[in-house]
């Protein structure tokens, strides 16, 4: 069963702690996006690779955020130092090269007190 | 830039009524993809139904259809018959640079959402 792996599913962090994310997208997918969801934003674009290449980081506070693709299985996304307006659930979603619709991870949720 | 627009925050309709969810979107580019997804209260992001820009017939997938308006920039969702596991909110999105094909190479932009409720 293709899904998109996302971990962790929970994180609780302390201001100023580095966290971060991983997405192990479906295999064979060629795209990658992050998002960002709080209630008041919305579903925020944070970033997204195709063929492991950035395409667009736009949406990222490039101070503290960094987004990677180390290789094809594996994408993360840190945050450091993280603080408390960082809270939301961050999502990872994959795509097909011939295939535009995303696949979305479980998410994560993330807590900095 | 591409820019998607859900005015209704939240809907409501009978169950086994059918009901349209209304999407907008703004772009320059004529090679595009536009999509509809579902969050239930558990939180994931599920995948109903894809329209590309040149594809001629409107997009069907089961009690899923979406209402297709190049001319107005619309891509209205229809649930038919709706059911009590439909109450969730729903994403309109777009994504530019998506050719006949299907291949695909823009970023994947959403709407606010709509919390549609279901009622017995």
């Known amino acids: 069963d293709a899904r998109v792996t996302q971990t962790p599913r929970h994180k609780v962090t302390e201001m100023g702690q580095e966290v971060t994310m991983r997405c192990q997208p479906i295999l064979g997918h060629n795209t990658v996006f992050w998002y960002r969801q709080t209630m008041m934003q919305g579903l925020e674009l944070l970033a997204y690779f195709r063929n492991r290449a950035p395409l667009d980081d736009s949406g990222m506070p490039k101070d503290r955020f960094s987004a990677e693709m180390p290789d094809a299985t594996l994408a993360t996304l840190k945050i450091q130092p993280s603080e408390p307006r960082d809270s939301a659930v961050y999502f990872c979603?994959?795509?097909?090269?011939?295939?535009?619709?995303?696949?979305f991870g479980q998410g994560t949720r993330l807590t900095v007190v | 830039a591409q820019k998607i627009t859900q005015t209704q925050p939240g809907m409501f309709v009978q169950e086994k009524e059918a009901v349209t969810l209304d999407c907008t979107y703004d772009t320059s580019d004529p090679s595009y993809g536009l999509f509809w997804y579902k969050q239930p209260s558990s939180g994931e992001m599920i995948f109903l139904i894809y329209q590309g820009s040149y594809d001629q017939q409107n997009a069907t997938e089961g009690r899923y259809s979406l209402n297709f308006q190049k001319a107005r920039k619309s891509a209205n969702l229809v649930i038919s018959a709706s059911q009590l596991g439909d109450s969730a909110m729903y994403f309109c999105?777009?994504?530019?640079?998506?050719?006949?094909?299907?291949?695909?190479?823009?970023?994947?932009?959403f709407g606010q959402g709509t919390i549609l409720t279901v009622h017995p």
């Open positions: 999105a777009m994504r530019e640079g998506t050719n006949a094909g299907g291949t695909s190479y823009g970023k994947l932009t």
């Open positions: 979603a994959s795509a097909g090269r011939r295939h535009p619709e995303a696949f």
